[in-house]
């Protein structure tokens, strides 16, 4: 099964957190979409199945935050994204598919563009 957006166009998602809280963001969970969002996960619109997944991973927040873990892997020392600076990962083939984030003021706005 094929997903054209996430293919050729990528995909946007915004959304506010309220607390100082982590985050975990999936790019793609069978079955899930922005309907199924909570406080504290957060999916993006696809259904491709069993794991969607992304080469390219762009962040942007208003204020500072951390990326604590990617796929399951916890990090020794969190990734800071200072406010209003961005982040951007890139990999050679669609690897990412899950990532936490921790939010470090209350009323964070995060954007996150994947393709």
Do not use: C, W
């Amino acid at each position: 099964m094929s997903n054209t957006l996430i293919e050729n166009e990528g995909d946007n998602k915004e959304f506010y957190v309220a607390d100082i809280s982590d985050v975990t963001v999936y790019i793609g969970k069978s079955g899930k979409t922005s309907a199924d969002d909570t406080a504290t996960e957060r999916y993006f619109n696809n259904a491709m199945t069993p794991i969607a997944s992304a080469s390219k991973l762009s962040i942007r927040n208003d204020q500072t935050i951390q990326i604590v873990s990617m796929n399951g892997v916890t990090f020794t020392d969190p990734i800071t994204i200072i406010i209003n600076k961005g982040h951007t990962e890139i990999f050679d083939s669609p690897i990412i598919y899950k990532i936490v984030l921790r939010t470090t003021v209350v009323n964070t706005l995060i954007r996150m563009r994947i393709k």
